[in-house]
């Protein structure tokens, strides 16, 4: 029985390892996760460009034949003409 009881301890230390190692390889991962990811995650790093309003032209056939658009910015000098 004395047997038993040793192999018996012995895998329920080997199961605790293994949850541990498991817990410290899932904390690394998330980690790293972390580190790699925490700034692109940060409004801080948002592209500050506002909305930029847009002036879309009549349709045209152009001198190969394809039908176009011009697409302007509203705030340039372009977009009044």
């Not at 192999?7 to 410290?24: C, D, E, N, S, T």
């Not at 700034?39 to 349709?59: E, F, H, T, Y």
Request: no cysteine.
């Amino acid at each position: 029985m004395d047997w038993d009881a040793e192999l018996r301890a012995k895998f329920k230390k080997m199961q605790q390892l293994r949850k541990l190692r498991k817990l410290r390889e899932l904390k690394e991962g998330t980690d790293l996760r972390e580190h790699y990811l925490a700034p692109a995650l940060r409004p801080i790093n948002q592209p500050m460009a506002s909305g930029i309003k847009m002036v879309i032209g009549d349709w045209y056939t152009d001198e190969l034949g394809n039908h176009a658009r011009v697409v302007y910015n509203a705030n340039s000098r372009e977009a009044g003409k």
